[in-house]
């Protein structure tokens, strides 16, 4: 029997019927481990030695592999044949070698481009061994991504609250979108003043020409650059007379786009379909997969991750019968078109995106795909066809026209241009970004002595505009450029930065929140180096070079980590008063925008003389007064003007009225404050508020709305089983239904306002057939961040006992007279590790009652031999930092090593961990651990 290993049952399921009885296809799901995000999972003291982690999904899998590998003559490798598939047969095989499964099998690599009969075969009948550069560059791109985002990331948390994450892609990515935005906000419109003559031939054909030399000089676009200018050529070219000068014509020949690769077809369907990135890939990788096409599932394009833009030679020769039979011969050309490939590394440059099968055209398959599948199928199939045709031959002509006012003369120009053979416009007409709208506009024939007649001048005032803001498409093509980031990595880098609320999309543009402008503030001012455009291009052609076999990937590692490591350790003791300087600095035209009348931005507008600057405080970063407490004015931070919150009308000059309460006569008026824009009704001591939920926009706020969240929890019914109210509500964490004492998600914000009872008792029910519990936890008051060593979020929740502090399985009761809107993370980890080391584990549970009276005889010893305390007794802080010890060290041990790490045990390297965990209990506040929640 033969075993092969394949990514997804899809794959395994397509591919075990074109290889028949004597094969056994598995999936290994994807990525079977990963470095675990914790401390020493990769270690630079031991020469970058890497652990590994197998999840237990992923786990049991790879038991039902080993079995059947261990049966086996022989082990195929079939995975994607790109740098992240080399890398699942690699950890597979690792694996499988751990568990002793191999015992003398043939092992074989194979790689296909396209999941068809003949392409699955051919790729059996040539197997390789794995290719270990290529291994090794997926180690270092691991590695660094690691070593960056585990190092900088802490940083992030303990000096900007809010902060999510940094890393070695995303950072770069999110710079040039805050760049642009800067761009934006500093650029200053320019005058400028277009003059178009409106003309006319003698059998009266209407044509426009544009003003192209004034007083001796050529006019270019911000040539006449004020109304007076303007004026006077208006005046003149209203009273000349016009003559045709020159007429030239020449033939212009526009070529085929190449065919697609990775990057080129995000933007393309982005351009056209209005696809993210990651949508395109989604669907791109069903394609890819298959689908069932006369009672047989078939790929129907090729694979979707590639640098390459040629394409196989008998693909061409399809290609061309094609269009012969499309189109006819006069559309194909007579030699095939060959593209060069623009791929730093050849190694990654596969054939380009392309269907299986040419002849399986988009209207052919229609029936068989998804709306969404069939779009994208269309796309690529029209791209590959064009990029085989004949060339379009387009006609460009020119004429310059003089005009005469007495001893003054001035000349025009109009421009456009005839299609004399279509070529593969007739299929497929990309407008290109740089292509002149006029210059397609046809012309009236017209000769050298021709005078036009004179129907209009027209002077038209005009103001330089700003870059726009990049899209999905132009920063994928921009990220490309520079060679920042690869092509498989774009759609997961634009992902992590709308997930980590860094950027929002508005209108397909990208536009960046101001946490991700303080976040890039930050890392400019100290970590610039990091995210220079240069430094990060420069990494991935190292990249590259280590997959081609030319450089050694520790090396490069030993290199970055060199410098990187000391930059950390140099911003640990960096305060917060440094932090805001330089950030006040960097977005001081954003945080204060020029006033409209010409005041300080930096001005106060409660107090008069305090200066605003930027705070940071539990919850975030806002705008304070530097006369704190006198003064608590304070707003948020994409706020401007006298927009603000707190104190003494620091709420003045942003509030507008949306109208009245038809119930009370009270004016509805929409604010903003600290934590975001909000409505009120009326004034008074309490007045009833209603903060905006993610996703709307306060500049389009109505009446209509406003009253339906400060009217909010509303009563959706009665329950019919257990007669007590369903309750609709938004809380911390989105819409949500109350009901006896339980919690429901509800999809969305609207459906808080138009959910009826038939359908929340259907949702409650469903929850409850999920093992939905009658009570859920408690809503977060506050997220204080990610822990520092163990990874997951450290939160304030309000219990019925009281508040506390949260992490995973973990609950520590705040001291009494401790105010939660002050803990923070340093505090709340103190807590929580204490915590811990008081909790009995579940096997101290089970034996507590048996050795009670012997740990109430010897509390110190007990609580040293055994990482869970019966609970009798407080351990001392020796005893805490033994069972930390012993805690780490077990869970250490679970992880597996790299090739890197091999014949080494983990012990070793998690005894690094241990000592820096241990530590922390040691530090712990002396408080009173209280009821668990």
């Given at each position: 029997?033969n075993?092969?290993?394949?990514?997804?049952?899809?794959?395994?399921?397509?591919?075990?019927?074109?290889?028949?009885p004597?094969?056994?296809?598995?999936?290994?799901?994807?990525?079977?481990?990963?470095?675990?995000?914790?401390?020493?999972?990769?270690?630079?003291?031991?020469?970058?030695?890497?652990?590994?982690?197998?999840?237990?999904?992923?786990?049991k899998?790879?038991?039902?592999?080993?079995?059947?590998?261990?049966?086996s003559?022989?082990?195929?490798?079939?995975?994607?044949?790109?740098?992240?598939?080399?890398?699942?047969?690699?950890h597979?095989?690792?694996?499988l070698?751990?568990?002793r499964?191999?015992?003398?099998?043939?092992?074989?690599?194979?790689?296909?481009?396209?999941?068809?009969?003949?392409?699955?075969?051919?790729?059996?009948?040539?197997?390789?061994?794995?290719?270990?550069?290529?291994?090794?560059?997926?180690?270092?791109?691991?590695?660094?991504?690691?070593?960056?985002?585990?190092?900088?990331?802490?940083v992030?948390?303990?000096?900007?609250?809010?902060?999510?994450s940094?890393?070695?892609?995303?950072s770069?990515?999110?710079?040039?979108?805050?760049?642009?935005?800067?761009?934006?906000?500093?650029?200053?419109p320019?005058?400028?003043?277009?003059?178009?003559?409106?003309?006319?031939?003698?059998?009266?054909?209407?044509?426009?020409?544009?003003?192209?030399?004034?007083?001796?000089?050529?006019?270019?676009?911000?040539?006449?650059?004020?109304?007076?200018?303007?004026?006077?050529?208006?005046?003149?070219?209203?009273?000349?007379?016009?003559?045709?000068?020159?007429?030239?014509s020449?033939?212009?020949?526009r070529?085929?786009y190449?065919?697609?690769?990775?990057?080129?077809?995000?933007?393309?369907?982005?351009?056209?379909?209005?696809?993210s990135?990651?949508?395109?890939?989604?669907?791109?990788?069903?394609?890819?997969?298959?689908?069932?096409?006369?009672g047989?599932?078939?790929?129907?394009?090729?694979?979707?991750?590639?640098?390459?833009v040629?394409?196989?030679?008998?693909?061409i020769?399809a290609?061309r019968?094609?269009?012969?039979?499309?189109?006819?011969?006069?559309?194909?050309?007579?030699?095939?078109?060959?593209?060069?490939?623009?791929?730093?590394n050849?190694?990654e440059?596969?054939?380009?995106?392309?269907?299986?099968?040419l002849?399986?055209?988009?209207?052919d398959?229609?029936?068989?795909?998804?709306?969404?599948?069939?779009?994208?199928?269309?796309?690529?199939?029209?791209?590959?066809?064009?990029?085989?045709?004949?060339?379009?031959?387009?006609?460009?002509?020119t004429?310059?026209?003089?005009?005469?006012?007495?001893?003054?003369?001035?000349?025009?120009?109009?421009?456009?241009?005839?299609?004399?053979?279509?070529?593969?416009?007739r299929?497929?007409?990309?407008?290109?970004?740089?292509e002149?709208?006029?210059?397609?506009?046809?012309?009236?024939?017209?000769?050298?002595?021709?005078?036009?007649a004179?129907?209009?001048?027209?002077?038209?005032?005009?103001?330089?505009?700003?870059?726009?803001r990049?899209?999905?498409?132009?920063?994928?093509?921009?990220?490309?450029?520079?060679?920042?980031g690869?092509?498989?990595t774009?759609?997961s880098?634009?992902?992590?930065?709308?997930?980590?609320?860094?950027?929002?999309?508005?209108?397909?543009?990208?536009?960046?929140?101001?946490?991700?402008?303080?976040?890039?503030?930050?890392?400019?001012?100290?970590?610039e180096?990091?995210?220079?455009?240069?430094f990060?291009?420069?990494?991935?052609?190292?990249?590259?070079?280590?997959?081609?076999?030319?450089?050694?990937?520790?090396?490069?590692?030993r290199?970055?980590?060199?410098?990187?490591?000391?930059?950390?350790?140099?911003i640990?003791?960096?305060?917060?008063?440094?932090?805001?300087?330089?950030?006040?600095?960097l977005?001081g035209?954003?945080?204060?925008?020029?006033?409209?009348?010409?005041?300080?931005?930096?001005?106060?507008?409660?107090?008069?003389?305090?200066?605003?600057?930027?705070?940071?405080?539990?919850?975030?970063?806002?705008?304070?007064?530097?006369?704190?407490?006198?003064?608590r004015?304070?707003?948020?931070?994409?706020?401007?003007?006298?927009?603000?919150?707190?104190?003494?009308?620091?709420?003045?000059?942003?509030?507008?009225?949306?109208?009245?309460?038809?119930?009370?006569?009270?004016?509805?008026?929409?604010?903003?404050?600290?934590?975001?824009?909000?409505?009120?009704?009326g004034?008074?001591?309490?007045?009833k508020?209603?903060?905006?939920?993610k996703?709307?926009?306060?500049?389009?706020?109505?009446?209509?709305?406003?009253?339906?969240?400060?009217?909010?929890?509303?009563?959706?019914?009665?329950?019919?089983?257990t007669?007590?109210?369903?309750?609709?509500?938004?809380?911390?964490f989105?819409p949500?239904?109350?009901?006896?004492?339980?919690?429901?998600?509800?999809?969305?914000?609207?459906?808080?306002?138009?959910?009826?009872?038939?359908?929340?008792v259907?949702?409650?029910?469903?929850?409850?057939?999920?093992?939905?519990?009658?009570?859920?936890?408690?809503?977060?008051?506050?997220?204080?961040?990610?822990?520092?060593?163990?990874?997951?979020?450290?939160?304030?929740?309000?219990?019925?006992?009281?508040?506390?502090?949260?992490?995973?399985?973990?609950?520590?009761?705040?001291?009494?007279?401790?105010?939660?809107?002050a803990?923070?993370?340093d505090?709340?980890?103190?807590?929580?590790?204490?915590?811990?080391?008081?909790?009995p584990?579940?096997?101290?549970?089970?034996?507590?009652?048996?050795?009670?009276?012997?740990?109430?005889?010897?509390p110190?010893?007990?609580?040293?031999?055994?990482?869970?305390?019966?609970?009798?007794?407080?351990?001392?802080?020796k005893?805490?930092?033994?069972?930390?010890?012993?805690a780490?060290?077990k869970?250490?041990?679970?992880?597996?090593?790299?090739?890197?790490?091999?014949g080494?045990t983990?012990?070793?390297?998690?005894?690094?961990a241990?000592?820096?965990?241990?530590t922390?209990?040691?530090?712990?506040?002396?408080?009173?651990?209280?009821?668990?929640e």
């Amino acid at each position: 029997m033969n075993v092969v290993i394949v990514e997804s049952p899809a794959k395994a399921k397509t591919i075990n019927k074109y290889l028949g009885p004597g094969y056994q296809v598995l999936a290994s799901f994807g990525h079977i481990r990963d470095l675990p995000a914790k401390d020493g999972s990769v270690n630079p003291d031991d020469d970058f030695a890497m652990l590994w982690e197998v999840d237990g999904k992923s786990s049991k899998r790879m038991s039902e592999i080993a079995s059947a590998v261990k049966s086996s003559n022989r082990l195929i490798l079939a995975t994607d044949p790109d740098r992240e598939g080399e890398a699942i047969s690699w950890h597979v095989l690792q694996v499988l070698r751990d568990k002793r499964a191999i015992k003398g099998q043939e092992i074989q690599r194979v790689v296909f481009n396209a999941i068809t009969k003949q392409a699955v075969l051919e790729a059996m009948a040539n197997p390789r061994a794995i290719d270990e550069p290529l291994v090794d560059a997926y180690l270092a791109r691991r590695a660094l991504d690691y070593l960056v985002g585990f190092n900088l990331s802490p940083v992030l948390w303990r000096k900007l609250p809010g902060a999510r994450s940094a890393g070695r892609v995303q950072s770069v990515a999110l710079r040039l979108i805050c760049d642009r935005e800067t761009e934006i906000e500093k650029f200053k419109p320019q005058e400028y003043w277009s003059i178009v003559a409106k003309l006319e031939t003698g059998k009266q054909e209407a044509f426009d020409a544009r003003l192209s030399v004034w007083a001796g000089k050529k006019v270019n676009r911000l040539s006449i650059g004020d109304g007076n200018t303007a004026g006077e050529a208006k005046a003149m070219l209203e009273r000349a007379a016009f003559e045709v000068s020159s007429v030239e014509s020449k033939p212009v020949k526009r070529n085929p786009y190449p065919p697609f690769t990775t990057s080129t077809l995000q933007q393309a369907a982005n351009y056209a379909l209005g696809f993210s990135a990651q949508k395109t890939m989604q669907v791109a990788q069903r394609l890819y997969e298959g689908t069932d096409i006369g009672g047989e599932t078939v790929g129907l394009i090729t694979y979707m991750r590639t640098d390459g833009v040629q394409i196989a030679p008998e693909a061409i020769g399809a290609v061309r019968k094609v269009i012969d039979r499309e189109f006819g011969p006069a559309y194909v050309p007579k030699k095939p078109r060959f593209y060069s490939t623009k791929a730093k590394n050849a190694q990654e440059a596969h054939e380009a995106i392309r269907p299986t099968d040419l002849f399986r055209r988009p209207a052919d398959v229609r029936r068989m795909l998804e709306p969404d599948q069939y779009k994208l199928y269309e796309l690529i199939w029209m791209r590959t066809v064009a990029s085989q045709m004949e060339s379009a031959v387009l006609e460009r002509t020119t004429v310059d026209i003089l005009a005469r006012d007495g001893g003054r003369s001035a000349e025009l120009r109009a421009v456009g241009s005839v299609v004399k053979f279509d070529g593969f416009l007739r299929l497929l007409d990309e407008k290109r970004d740089d292509e002149d709208d006029e210059e397609s506009r046809r012309l009236p024939i017209l000769q050298t002595g021709d005078k036009p007649a004179r129907k209009a001048i027209e002077a038209t005032q005009h103001f330089t505009e700003p870059p726009p803001r990049y899209t999905e498409a132009t920063l994928v093509k921009k990220m490309e450029e520079l060679g920042i980031g690869r092509p498989s990595t774009y759609a997961s880098t634009l992902a992590v930065l709308r997930d980590r609320e860094y950027v929002r999309l508005d209108k397909r543009r990208l536009i960046p929140e101001d946490k991700g402008r303080l976040v890039i503030a930050f890392l400019e001012s100290f970590f610039e180096r990091y995210v220079e455009y240069g430094f990060t291009a420069g990494l991935e052609e190292q990249l590259d070079k280590i997959s081609a076999g030319e450089l050694s990937w520790k090396e490069v590692l030993r290199q970055f980590w060199e410098e990187f490591s000391r930059a950390v350790a140099g911003i640990k003791e960096l305060r917060v008063a440094q932090v805001l300087d330089a950030i006040n600095e960097l977005l001081g035209d954003h945080i204060f925008p020029p006033r409209a009348d010409g005041s300080d931005p930096r001005a106060c507008p409660t107090c008069g003389n305090g200066k605003l600057s930027l705070k940071l405080g539990k919850f975030g970063s806002f705008i304070g007064c530097s006369n704190y407490p006198d003064c608590r004015y304070t707003r948020q931070l994409n706020s401007s003007g006298g927009e603000g919150d707190g104190g003494e009308g620091g709420e003045g000059n942003g509030d507008r009225v949306l109208g009245q309460d038809p119930d009370t006569g009270l004016d509805v008026t929409l604010k903003s404050g600290r934590f975001g824009p909000y409505v009120q009704l009326g004034d008074g001591d309490k007045p009833k508020r209603g903060s905006l939920p993610k996703g709307w926009d306060a500049a389009t706020m109505t009446l209509e709305r406003a009253l339906k969240l400060i009217n909010l929890p509303r009563t959706v019914g009665i329950h019919p089983e257990t007669k007590k109210p369903i309750v609709a509500n938004i809380g911390r964490f989105g819409p949500y239904l109350q009901h006896d004492g339980g919690y429901t998600n509800l999809p969305s914000v609207e459906d808080v306002f138009e959910v009826g009872e038939n359908r929340a008792v259907t949702l409650i029910a469903e929850k409850a057939a999920r093992g939905g519990r009658g009570r859920s936890a408690p809503a977060a008051l506050a997220n204080l961040g990610e822990h520092p060593t163990l990874s997951g979020p450290v939160t304030v929740r309000d219990g019925r006992y009281g508040a506390y502090v949260n992490h995973g399985d973990i609950n520590a009761t705040l001291p009494k007279g401790t105010d939660p809107k002050a803990v923070t993370l340093d505090v709340a980890i103190a807590l929580i590790a204490e915590r811990a080391l008081a909790a009995p584990s579940k096997k101290a549970k089970a034996g507590a009652k048996a050795k009670s009276t012997k740990a109430a005889a010897k509390p110190a010893k007990a609580a040293k031999g055994d990482d869970g305390a019966t609970g009798e007794t407080k351990p001392t802080a020796k005893a805490k930092t033994g069972a930390a010890k012993a805690a780490t060290t077990k869970a250490a041990t679970k992880a597996t090593t790299t090739k890197a790490a091999t014949g080494k045990t983990a012990a070793t390297k998690s005894k690094a961990a241990a000592t820096t965990k241990a530590t922390a209990p040691a530090k712990a506040t002396k408080a009173k651990a209280a009821k668990d929640e």
